[in-house]
């Protein structure tokens, strides 16, 4: 397997930077006589056992989820130094926002799968900031407001599609060769939804 990473995109410079930056240090003798790489990838549905239910930062009460359309996913990919047992996972969830109860849960659901492998300073778990992703699991009141209010059933259901797509990344790592790759656009690939609300930022 050959993993190939454009250095523009921030989650895999910071993924690659909890590897790398929490390994070894330059001053010490390194324990591998060269960088071998295991990689896994998980991918598991979310999907809400309350429905109809209002969608996470969308803020408009009548605007209610009834079904899929399109399944969000939580997707996960696992690297490991194999010479060295290092470790780190990266979940890229498909939803609002993630707060610091749901990792802490899913934390101690994957201490009771494997304990020891996981914890807060190997695994990161992120959002893609959907605004049509299910609501309701936020610690916060005000995120729940225009949801109704905040369902365990919901949290519970993200939290096993987070676990279980780790987990199935832990699982299915396979021997790899990791590359650093860089590339040029011809064309503008990202723009500011708000271009003069950003150019009016004081000193940019």
Same mark, same amino acid.
């Given at each position: 397997?050959?993993?190939?990473? &454009?250095?523009? /995109?921030?989650?895999?410079?910071?993924?690659? +930077? $909890?590897? %790398?930056?929490?390994?070894? *240090?330059?001053?010490?003798?390194?324990?591998?006589?060269?960088?071998?790489?295991?990689?896994?990838?998980?991918?598991?549905?979310?999907?809400?056992?309350?429905?109809?239910?209002?969608?996470?930062?969308?803020?408009?009460?009548?605007?209610?989820?009834?079904?899929?359309?399109?399944?969000?996913?939580?997707?996960?990919?696992?690297?490991?130094?194999?010479?060295? &047992?290092?470790? /780190?996972?990266?979940?890229?969830?498909?939803? +609002? $926002?993630? %707060?610091?109860?749901?990792? *802490?849960?899913?934390?101690?659901?994957?201490?009771?799968?494997?304990?020891?492998?996981?914890?807060?300073?190997?695994?990161?778990?992120?959002?893609?900031?959907?605004?049509?992703?299910?609501?309701?699991?936020?610690?916060?009141?005000?995120?729940?407001?225009?949801?109704?209010?905040?369902?365990?059933?919901?949290?519970?259901?993200?939290?096993?599609?987070?676990?279980?797509?780790?987990?199935?990344?832990?699982?299915?790592?396979?021997?790899?060769?990791?590359?650093?790759?860089?590339?040029?656009?011809?064309?503008?690939?990202?723009?500011?939804?708000?271009?003069?609300?950003?150019?009016?930022?004081?000193?940019?």
């Amino acid at each position: 397997m050959v993993l190939r990473i &454009k250095n523009s /995109v921030v989650y895999w410079g910071l993924f690659l +930077g $909890m590897l %790398f930056l929490g390994g070894p *240090s330059k001053s010490r003798a390194d324990p591998c006589q060269k960088d071998e790489y295991a990689v896994g990838f998980g991918k598991v549905m979310m999907m809400t056992p309350l429905l109809p239910i209002g969608m996470m930062g969308y803020a408009h009460l009548p605007q209610k989820v009834a079904g899929v359309h399109m399944p969000l996913m939580s997707r996960t990919m696992v690297v490991e130094r194999t010479c060295e &047992k290092a470790m /780190v996972g990266l979940v890229i969830a498909e939803m +609002g $926002m993630v %707060f610091h109860h749901l990792k *802490s849960s899913v934390l101690e659901r994957l201490q009771e799968k494997a304990p020891g492998i996981f914890n807060e300073s190997n695994l990161m778990v992120s959002a893609t900031h959907t605004h049509a992703g299910i609501g309701g699991y936020a610690e916060r009141f005000l995120y729940n407001i225009t949801v109704g209010g905040h369902f365990k059933a919901v949290e519970s259901a993200i939290v096993s599609a987070i676990v279980d797509s780790v987990w199935q990344a832990y699982q299915t790592r396979k021997t790899a060769h990791l590359t650093i790759t860089t590339q040029e656009s011809k064309t503008d690939l990202q723009f500011n939804r708000s271009l003069g609300s950003y150019e009016n930022n004081p000193g940019w």
